[in-house]
């Protein structure tokens, strides 16, 4: 399942909807947060998450598609909001269900650094009265390298 | 001629100060070569030109070098994405 939404996710629906019964071995799961970014109140601080639609949406299928073609899994879950957030809110959730733990831990792993480097969503921090877009990472276009077959 | 929709994101967006524009082409042209001729058109378009601005054709990641076909419903151009 791959979704693209303003509302919150509840992360106990999204694992139960990962457990294929008598099949499932192993569940990994990360969620992704906004911290404080800022020495300002947490009132004080903003996070706005902008996306394509339709270019994200096919991005994460492109992403979860190589990810069921490198490894052997039961099920994968992306979900990933966009709009106005607030510190500590959730942010992204990938989960995976496989047979085993190592597939399950790789394709998650893998499933975040493409998701960082290859959907189209872009970040604005917002300090009191100053908003600023998130400068991307050098070390998550790195990371994408050990993956490389 | 080609009637496209092109449309930008983010910081970019900013910059130009607009989400959206239709441009005329005459093909063949390439990404690099809408690139400049948008960067000379628009208010403040020279942030086109930044090397780190990426682009796409209906959705799908291109580079400078990849040419506009007949079949192209809209461009986009925007900054390294920041997900996640």
Same mark, same amino acid.
């Given at each position: 399942m791959i979704q693209v939404q303003q509302e919150n996710f509840q992360v106990d629906d999204l694992y139960n909807n990962l457990l294929k019964a008598n099949q499932t071995g192993a569940v990994v799961m990360f969620v992704g947060l906004v911290r404080q970014? #800022? @020495?300002? #109140?947490k009132q004080a601080c903003s996070f706005e998450l902008e996306h394509y639609p339709g270019m994200t949406e096919r991005n994460l299928q492109a992403i979860v598609d190589e990810a069921n073609s490198r490894w052997s899994l039961l099920d994968v879950s992306v979900v990933h909001r966009v709009g106005r957030l607030s510190i500590d809110d959730q942010i992204v959730f990938v989960g995976v269900s496989a047979a085993h733990r190592a597939e399950a831990f790789e394709a998650c792993d893998f499933i975040m650094d493409y998701l960082k480097s290859r959907a189209a969503f872009w970040k604005k921090e917002t300090q009191g009265l100053e908003s600023r877009w998130v400068a991307a990472n050098t070390n998550d276009e790195k990371s994408l390298e050990r993956w490389v077959k | 001629m080609l009637s496209v929709n092109v449309v930008f994101f983010a910081s970019l967006k900013e910059i130009i100060g607009q989400d959206s524009c239709v441009i005329t082409l005459d093909l063949p042209v390439s990404i690099g070569q809408l690139k400049q001729k948008l960067a000379n058109e628009?208010?403040?378009?020279?942030?086109?030109? @930044?090397? #780190?601005i990426q682009s796409s054709v209906d959705f799908e990641f291109t580079r400078d070098a990849d040419m506009i076909s007949e079949s192209v419903k809209e461009i986009a151009f925007f900054p390294p994405v920041t997900g996640g």
């Open positions: 970014f #800022s @020495d300002l #109140s | 628009l208010k403040n378009g020279q942030a086109l030109l @930044d090397e #780190s």
